[in-house]
């Protein structure tokens, strides 16, 4: 199915346009018998949340996914059934878009592309309780057919423990694990198997930017109690594939927080 040369569209946050924002599709395709989902995500909107989507745009988009990611993106247009969703990205895709900006090859314009899914992801966690939509402006050809959904739940940091979660980070960075297994934030085992890890990774730890937090998952774990991951940063790759995990508990003594180790995302 031949991709539309241009479809319009406006995202909103609640009745409000949402300015910066991106947009994620998702493609279906048919083959021998089954159904596949190729997914992509353009931005950034401009200040009306309008964006206009270029044929030219999606096919260069897939060809970079096959050719630099490794997906299997190919031959788009045969594969596509001409069947989709069209939503604003939620916190998963934006974080996604955030951390491409760091990798090897780089996008082109990787700091303009960053500062843009940045942009966006502090916007989507400041209006988080609003309804985010998209509405296409454009008339789409009768056998294309692109239904409009909602993004999903977001898993975000409770505000609670930002500050708590980036000194833990902030120390980790700075290696001080001895200090952290005296307030047993850490155990001597743990502390041993974090430093090996780092170690076999190649990794030069660094203090993150607070960026960090909207880029942290947190899910919960029983009552007042949550399971953090959130992206190891370091001098060479950024946030990349090393994760850090992150057991916090509120109890009425106060927080806990235990670092439960570092490993490949």
């Given amino acids: 199915m031949r991709f539309p040369d241009s479809i319009g569209m406006r995202c909103f946050a609640g009745r409000e346009s949402f300015p910066g924002t991106w947009i994620a599709l998702t493609l279906e395709s048919a083959e021998e018998g089954m159904k596949t989902v190729l997914s992509f995500a353009f931005g950034p909107a401009g200040e009306d949340g309008r964006f206009v989507l270029r044929r030219e745009d999606a096919l260069a988009q897939a060809r970079y996914l096959e050719k630099v990611v490794g997906r299997d993106y190919g031959q788009l247009e045969e594969r596509w059934d001409g069947r989709g969703w069209l ?17 090897d090859p780089p996008l082109k314009q990787a700091s303009a592309h960053r500062v843009a899914a940045a942009r966006a992801l502090r916007y989507l966690y400041e209006h988080e309780t609003e309804r985010f939509s998209v509405k296409v402006e454009t008339e789409l050809p009768k056998k294309v057919a692109l239904d409009l959904t909602a993004p999903g739940r977001s898993d975000w940091l409770p505000e609670l423990l930002h500050e708590p979660v980036l000194e833990l980070l902030v120390r980790l960075a700075r290696r001080e694990l001895a200090a952290l297994i005296e307030t047993r934030t850490l155990t001597s085992e743990t502390a041993a198997r974090t ?9 030069s730890p660094v203090i993150p930017p607070d960026i960090a937090l909207l880029l942290a998952t947190a899910t919960s774990d029983g009552e007042r109690a949550w399971t953090i991951e959130t992206p190891l940063w370091t001098r060479e790759e ?11 508990r509120e109890r009425e003594t106060g927080l806990e927080l235990e670092l439960r180790g570092v490993a490949l995302a």
């Fill in 87 to 103: 939503a604003v990205a939620g916190a998963a895709e934006l974080r996604h878009q955030f951390r491409l900006t760091f990798a």
């Fill in 195 to 203: 430093e090996q890890e780092i170690i076999n990774h190649g990794a």
């Fill in 238 to 248: 950024g946030p990349g594939e090393l994760a850090v995990w992150i057991h916090a």
